[in-house]
Structure formats: structure tokens, C-alpha cells
């Protein structure tokens, strides 16, 4: 895809002490990978046009440290809203 025709991303949150970077971004999808140091019960994200989202990856479940998905069914040319969503496993 030439640059330019790409989808665009914007965070919604700065997720604290999490890494992610938006990669392999074709015309109609993109893989997201997030580094936590955190045993996470579940995670997703949420993405679309607005930040009113409208769009969810499968959530996941049982993940800790690389975390790897991805968004589908983009429009090229258009930029997205995205925020990470996770639960946390207790300390117990």
C-alpha cells in the first residue's frame, strides 16, 4: 500500500507502564502489539472512526507479556480511534 492510502491510528489512552505499536497496516487492516508486564484475565481493543469506536477485537484471555491482534474490515485513506481495554488477574 502506498503511503498515504494507508488507515491512520490515534490512542485514546496512554496506557501506563504498557508499550504498543501499530505495524503491518495494509489498505483494510493492521496488527497491534502490546508489551504489558501484567497477567491479564482478558484483553481487547476497541477501534473505529470516532471515538465512539463501534468496532471490538475478539477479546483474549489468559495473556501476559507480547500481545499481539488484529484490526480488520478498515477503510483505506481514514484515520482511527483506538483504545486497549484489559482486565488485570488478581494478586491472590
Given at each position: 500500500t502506498a503511503f498515504g492510502y494507508a488507515p491512520y491510528f490515534i490512542n485514546a489512552?496512554?496506557?501506563?507502564?504498557?508499550?504498543?505499536?501499530?505495524?503491518?497496516v495494509t489498505g483494510t487492516s493492521a496488527k497491534v502489539v502490546v508489551v504489558t508486564p501484567y497477567e491479564l484475565d482478558s484483553f481487547s481493543i476497541e477501534y473505529g472512526t470516532s471515538t465512539s469506536y463501534g468496532n471490538q477485537t475478539t477479546p483474549l484471555t489468559n495473556v501476559t507479556g507480547a500481545i499481539t491482534t488484529e484490526l480488520s474490515s478498515l477503510m483505506p485513506?481514514?484515520?482511527?480511534?483506538?483504545?486497549?481495554t484489559w482486565t488485570e488477574k488478581d494478586s491472590d
Amino acid at each position: 500500500t502506498a503511503f498515504g492510502y494507508a488507515p491512520y491510528f490515534i490512542n485514546a489512552d496512554d496506557t501506563e507502564d504498557s508499550y504498543e505499536t501499530v505495524g503491518a497496516v495494509t489498505g483494510t487492516s493492521a496488527k497491534v502489539v502490546v508489551v504489558t508486564p501484567y497477567e491479564l484475565d482478558s484483553f481487547s481493543i476497541e477501534y473505529g472512526t470516532s471515538t465512539s469506536y463501534g468496532n471490538q477485537t475478539t477479546p483474549l484471555t489468559n495473556v501476559t507479556g507480547a500481545i499481539t491482534t488484529e484490526l480488520s474490515s478498515l477503510m483505506p485513506d481514514t484515520l482511527y480511534h483506538y483504545r486497549i481495554t484489559w482486565t488485570e488477574k488478581d494478586s491472590d
